[in-house]
Nanobody, 130 residues
Framework: QPQLVESGGGLVQPGGSLTLSCVAS????????IGWFRQAPGKEREGVSC????????NYRDSAKGRFTISRDNAKNTVYLQMNSLKPEDTAVYYC???????????????????????WGQGTQVTVSS
């Protein structure tokens, strides 16, 4: 059964780092754009970063720019999100999703609910607190 599984979350102090992993099974990750999303308590889900099928295509939301790095290893069927300089406002459940994005669509639109996301992970909790 196709699925995505996130891991790597945890409790970290402000200024600390975490690296999240998103591992696909039952399907090939490189057939999809992969996005990281997060949802904090009481807030709507928001996009964080997306990586295209080709590693050269990467997009970050403003909240992630300069602090987070997304990468993918298609041989391992895994996408990573390295998060540095974490802030309390980064506290959320982080999810990865496989996104069906047309080839002619800008990667910056990957966060739109318009595009189909056939696979979601179960989420991993990131808590930034002293």
């Amino acid at each position: 059964q196709p699925q995505l599984v996130e891991s790597g979350g945890g409790l970290v102090q402000p200024g600390g780092s975490l690296t999240l992993s998103c591992v696909a099974s039952g399907f090939s990750l490189d057939d999809y754009v992969i996005g990281w999303f997060r949802q904090a308590p009481g807030k709507e889900r928001e996009g964080v970063s997306c990586i295209g099928r080709h590693v050269r295509s990467i997009n970050y939301r403003d909240s992630a720019k300069g602090r987070f790095t997304i990468s993918r290893d298609n041989a391992k069927n895994t996408v990573y999100l390295q998060m540095n300089s974490l802030k309390p406002e980064d506290t959320a459940v982080y999810y990865c999703a496989a996104i069906v994005l047309p080839a002619d669509a800008s990667l910056s639109t990957c966060y739109s609910d318009y595009y189909r996301r056939p696979y979601w992970g179960q989420g991993t909790q990131v808590t930034v607190s002293s």
